[in-house]
Nanobody, 125 residues
Framework: EVQLVESGGGLVQAGGSLRLSCTFS????????IAWFRQAPGKEREGVSC????????YYADSVKGRFTINRDGAKNTVYLQMDDLKPEDTAVYYC??????????????????WGQGTQVTVSS
Protein backbone atom coordinates (compact mmCIF):
# COMPACT_ATOMS: atom_id res chain seq x y z
CA GLU A 1 0.00 0.00 0.00
CA VAL A 2 1.33 3.42 -0.98
CA GLN A 3 1.47 5.97 1.81
CA LEU A 4 2.59 9.60 1.80
CA VAL A 5 3.07 11.83 4.82
CA GLU A 6 3.79 15.55 4.59
CA SER A 7 5.49 17.72 7.16
CA GLY A 8 7.18 21.10 7.40
CA GLY A 9 4.41 23.64 6.96
CA GLY A 10 4.06 26.70 9.13
CA LEU A 11 3.85 30.47 9.32
CA VAL A 12 6.52 32.62 7.69
CA GLN A 13 6.90 36.24 6.67
CA ALA A 14 7.02 37.27 3.03
CA GLY A 15 10.49 36.73 1.64
CA GLY A 16 11.15 33.85 4.00
CA SER A 17 11.69 30.14 3.37
CA LEU A 18 10.16 26.82 4.33
CA ARG A 19 11.00 23.25 3.42
CA LEU A 20 8.24 20.70 3.05
CA SER A 21 8.90 16.97 3.28
CA CYS A 22 6.94 14.10 1.78
CA THR A 23 7.94 10.70 3.10
CA PHE A 24 6.58 7.89 1.01
CA SER A 25 6.42 4.10 0.96
CA UNK A 26 4.88 1.29 -1.03
CA UNK A 27 5.97 2.01 -4.59
CA UNK A 28 6.70 -1.29 -6.30
CA UNK A 29 8.57 -0.02 -9.35
CA UNK A 30 10.96 2.84 -10.08
CA UNK A 31 8.63 4.56 -12.58
CA UNK A 32 6.80 6.76 -10.12
CA UNK A 33 6.27 10.48 -9.67
CA ILE A 34 5.85 12.53 -6.53
CA ALA A 35 4.21 15.91 -6.94
CA TRP A 36 3.28 18.83 -4.74
CA PHE A 37 -0.10 20.52 -5.08
CA ARG A 38 -1.64 23.37 -3.16
CA GLN A 39 -5.13 24.59 -2.50
CA ALA A 40 -6.05 28.01 -1.19
CA PRO A 41 -9.52 28.73 0.26
CA GLY A 42 -12.10 29.05 -2.49
CA LYS A 43 -9.67 27.99 -5.20
CA GLU A 44 -9.02 24.81 -7.12
CA ARG A 45 -6.13 22.55 -6.29
CA GLU A 46 -3.15 23.46 -8.45
CA GLY A 47 0.06 21.65 -9.31
CA VAL A 48 3.23 23.24 -7.95
CA SER A 49 6.09 20.87 -8.70
CA CYS A 50 6.82 17.27 -9.64
CA UNK A 51 9.74 14.88 -9.31
CA UNK A 52 9.81 12.03 -11.82
CA UNK A 53 11.82 9.15 -10.41
CA UNK A 54 12.03 7.46 -13.83
CA UNK A 55 14.76 9.82 -14.98
CA UNK A 56 15.13 12.39 -12.21
CA UNK A 57 13.30 15.12 -14.14
CA UNK A 58 11.71 18.00 -12.26
CA TYR A 59 8.76 20.19 -13.23
CA TYR A 60 7.52 23.50 -11.88
CA ALA A 61 4.49 25.71 -12.26
CA ASP A 62 5.35 29.10 -13.75
CA SER A 63 4.26 30.81 -10.55
CA VAL A 64 7.04 29.14 -8.51
CA LYS A 65 9.90 28.78 -11.01
CA GLY A 66 13.09 30.20 -9.64
CA ARG A 67 11.74 30.21 -6.07
CA PHE A 68 10.88 26.56 -5.32
CA THR A 69 13.13 23.51 -5.69
CA ILE A 70 12.07 19.88 -5.57
CA ASN A 71 14.48 17.04 -4.85
CA ARG A 72 14.56 13.50 -3.52
CA ASP A 73 16.56 11.78 -0.84
CA GLY A 74 16.45 8.18 -2.00
CA ALA A 75 17.95 6.81 1.19
CA LYS A 76 15.11 8.34 3.20
CA ASN A 77 12.31 7.83 0.65
CA THR A 78 11.55 11.50 0.99
CA VAL A 79 10.87 14.25 -1.53
CA TYR A 80 11.48 17.80 -0.40
CA LEU A 81 10.02 21.07 -1.62
CA GLN A 82 12.32 23.94 -0.74
CA MET A 83 10.34 27.16 -0.92
CA ASP A 84 12.27 30.43 -0.97
CA ASP A 85 11.21 34.06 -1.39
CA LEU A 86 7.71 33.13 -0.26
CA LYS A 87 4.84 35.45 -1.09
CA PRO A 88 1.43 35.88 0.53
CA GLU A 89 -0.14 34.30 -2.55
CA ASP A 90 1.73 31.08 -1.73
CA THR A 91 -0.53 30.65 1.29
CA ALA A 92 -2.40 27.35 0.95
CA VAL A 93 -2.66 23.78 2.14
CA TYR A 94 0.09 21.85 0.42
CA TYR A 95 -0.39 18.20 -0.51
CA CYS A 96 2.02 15.64 -1.86
CA UNK A 97 0.71 13.06 -4.27
CA UNK A 98 2.04 9.87 -5.81
CA UNK A 99 1.61 8.32 -9.24
CA UNK A 100 2.94 4.73 -9.12
CA UNK A 101 3.33 4.32 -12.89
CA UNK A 102 4.51 7.66 -14.25
CA UNK A 103 6.54 8.09 -17.42
CA UNK A 104 6.27 11.90 -17.57
CA UNK A 105 5.72 14.56 -14.96
CA UNK A 106 2.26 16.06 -14.87
CA UNK A 107 1.05 18.95 -12.73
CA UNK A 108 -2.61 18.01 -12.85
CA UNK A 109 -4.45 15.94 -10.29
CA UNK A 110 -5.84 13.18 -12.50
CA UNK A 111 -2.83 10.79 -12.63
CA UNK A 112 -2.25 10.77 -8.90
CA UNK A 113 -3.85 7.91 -7.04
CA UNK A 114 -2.35 8.57 -3.63
CA TRP A 115 -2.43 11.71 -1.52
CA GLY A 116 -1.08 12.87 1.78
CA GLN A 117 -3.13 14.62 4.43
CA GLY A 118 -1.86 18.12 3.65
CA THR A 119 0.16 20.70 5.55
CA GLN A 120 -0.70 24.38 5.99
CA VAL A 121 1.66 27.06 4.71
CA THR A 122 0.83 30.64 5.67
CA VAL A 123 2.85 33.59 4.38
CA SER A 124 2.23 36.92 6.09
CA SER A 125 2.83 40.25 4.38
Amino acid sequence: EVQLVESGGGLVQAGGSLRLSCTFSGFTFNDYAIAWFRQAPGKEREGVSCFLNTDGSTYYADSVKGRFTINRDGAKNTVYLQMDDLKPEDTAVYYCAGDPSARIGILETWPYDYWGQGTQVTVSS
